[in-house]
């Protein structure tokens, strides 16, 4: 039998305990709340220590632990298991700085510890960064890889002189991240450190390592995540309000819970002939192409138009004439219904978390992108999904949504997915929504303490839909208001663009501009109170130094998309971030 979670109410936690290393013998080495950012607290008057002292701290960090009862979650302690100084260089582009590598041991039998990196860089602007994860996370987010959507020769936030730091969410898959993600779910410690608490829990920890390392806590602390990070950072604003200063929210798993009964949904066809091999993929992209690639001005294989295809294109007119499979110039009604399932609403029969009923369904235009990403990845690999366990050769859908069902749902690994039911699990559905979905609108504690928040959706990415987060956004401007959701929200769509953020030109096969230094555009809204404007310039630069630019073009404010003006369409210059009713 498994305990039942009560999911905890969406509240903020605006009081932060005061933290201790546990250093030696059991000594308590309590550390004064002089820092900033993050929590809230001023920044040190002390000058910082030098570099030649943060050597020697660095090696002296490994051993500490920081008392669980003093977090500000309920948690076993935190061990710092190494503290290593890693010379510049160590990787490519890094400066020197202290590596620690460490665990938060767990508070119930058979649950994993939370295991955690930080990155204490010698020359510190006085910022951190904390780095979300992806999928059902599982490994170590180390904080020392490229963010999502990082123009090429981007240096790394280390490198920038930030603070990182990343967790694996509590829980150990390297042993069945292939096939059975979700199996952590079965112990309810795992799945509530996954859903939101280990992320509170190695925050207040990094935080307690910044105070010991550098005498003083961050001045502003930024979260930074996409897809299943991006959920996590949008998790922050509404539950932590007081903890992060700034959050980058990439394609965002916002509504989960809705999204994986999606992902069900447009399974359960594949079982009665409803999978799709490449060449009924390519059907589909080529007829969307032909009717949505002029809509924003210029024919250059990219649907930028992304509301106006919607109304253009309607998958009803690829139905083969009986509705049978006859070849592939045409879609059988059971490949249909496996589209619509993935293009259209998937309805709840009951509401979830703050009344959402309807998964929006994903958009026309990107159907086959760089790295397989599209159709072919997510939905339908053109096999007939194995049950109860998926093959590793299985849509990354198919096997997500298997996962949830038998591990998050049914609580058992042998259930078939084929007799899946929504109303039979009604109340765990609810319980695991209330936990997982990030689709609270009240950001207004956010919004008090000063907090700022980008989202970006891109239009190609099936793995989720984009409206999921336009349709957020719109949540919190009407709960809101505009003027107050203008002070603090942002939300830019990046047309065409893949779950992963690439895209190319369906007919020239060229890859489009797609990245943007994200992080640099939070930091001077959060830091020195710059507005981000309407358009942000993407860029697609050489993979090799210098990185020169070889084509640009804006990534508009919501509602709007980039409409071609005349000129060099490899130039930002060229395009116009358009309304969507304007033509």
Aim: with cysteine.
């Amino acid at each position: 039998m498994h305990a039942t979670p009560t999911a905890p109410p969406r509240t903020t936690r605006s009081a932060r305990p005061r933290l201790g290393f546990l250093l030696g013998a059991g000594l308590v080495l309590a550390v004064a709340a002089c820092g900033g950012g993050g929590d809230g607290s001023p920044s040190g008057t002390t000058p910082p220590p030098d570099q030649a002292a943060l050597r020697t701290a660095c090696p002296a960090l490994a051993g500490a632990k920081v008392e669980g009862r003093l977090l500000g979650l309920p948690s076993g302690d935190a061990t710092l298991a190494s503290a290593q100084l890693m010379p510049a260089g160590s990787v490519a582009g890094l400066p020197e700085y202290c590596q620690v590598q460490g665990a938060i041991a767990a508070r119930s039998a058979g649950a994993d510890p939370i295991r955690f990196q930080i990155n204490l860089p010698l020359s510190w602007n006085e910022k951190a960064l904390m780095v979300g994860g992806g999928g059902f996370n599982g490994s170590l987010v180390t904080g020392l890889d490229p963010l999502r959507d990082a123009p090429a020769g981007q240096p790394l936030p280390l490198a920038q002189g930030y603070a990182t730091f990343g967790t694996d969410s509590g829980h150990d898959a390297a042993a069945y991240l292939a096939t059975d993600p979700a199996r952590f779910a079965l112990n309810d410690e795992m799945f509530a450190n996954f859903a939101h608490e280990s992320y509170k829990k190695v925050k207040d920890v990094a935080h307690e390592v910044f105070r010991r390392f550098y005498q003083r806590a961050p001045r502003k602390q930024y979260f930074f995540g996409g897809s299943e990070g991006g959920r996590e950072g949008l998790t922050m604003a509404q539950r932590y309000p007081q903890d992060f200063d700034g959050i980058v929210s990439v394609v965002p798993v916002i509504q989960w819970t809705g999204l994986f009964n999606g992902f069900l949904a447009f399974t359960q066809p594949q079982f009665h002939g409803g999978t799709l091999d490449a060449a009924k993929i390519k059907l589909v992209a080529d007829a969307v192409n032909g009717a949505c690639d002029a809509l924003d001005g210029i024919a250059d294989g990219v649907v930028s138009d992304y509301l106006g295809c919607q109304a253009r294109f309607d998958l009803q007119a690829l139905r083969c004439p009986d509705g049978g499979d006859a070849g592939d110039s045409c879609l059988s009604d059971a490949q249909l219904a496996t589209l619509k399932a993935a293009y259209g609403p998937v309805s709840m029969p009951f509401p979830l978390a703050n009344g959402i009923t309807t998964y929006p369904g994903r958009m026309f235009g990107g159907e086959i992108q760089p790295a397989g990403e599209g159709i072919g990845r997510w939905i339908s690999t053109g096999q007939i999904p194995s049950v109860p366990t998926p093959a590793a050769t299985d849509a990354r859908g198919v096997i997500y949504g298997s996962s949830y069902a038998r591990y998050v749902i049914a609580r058992d690994p042998a259930f078939d997915v084929r007799g899946y039911d929504p109303l039979a699990y009604a109340d765990r559905i609810r319980q695991v929504s209330e936990w997982m979905d990030s689709t609270n609108p009240d950001l207004s504690a956010f919004f008090k303490r000063g907090g700022k928040l980008i989202i970006r959706e891109n239009t190609g990415d099936f793995a989720q839909s984009p409206a999921a987060g336009i349709q957020y956004y719109e949540s919190v401007v009407a709960r809101m208001g505009q003027s107050d959701a203008d002070k603090f929200l942002r939300l830019y769509v990046s047309p065409a663009s893949s779950h992963g953020g690439r895209a190319a030109s369906r007919t020239s096969g060229q890859e489009v501009p797609t990245t943007h230094d994200t992080l640099d555009t939070l930091d001077r809204w959060a830091d020195a109170g710059a507005a981000p404007a309407d358009a942000l310039v993407q860029v697609r630069r050489d993979t090799a130094a210098p990185y020169k630019v070889l084509a640009s073009r804006p990534m508009c404010r919501y509602p709007a998309f980039p409409r071609y003006g005349g000129g060099d369409p490899l130039s930002a210059d060229s395009y116009r971030c358009s309304s969507l009713g304007a033509r």
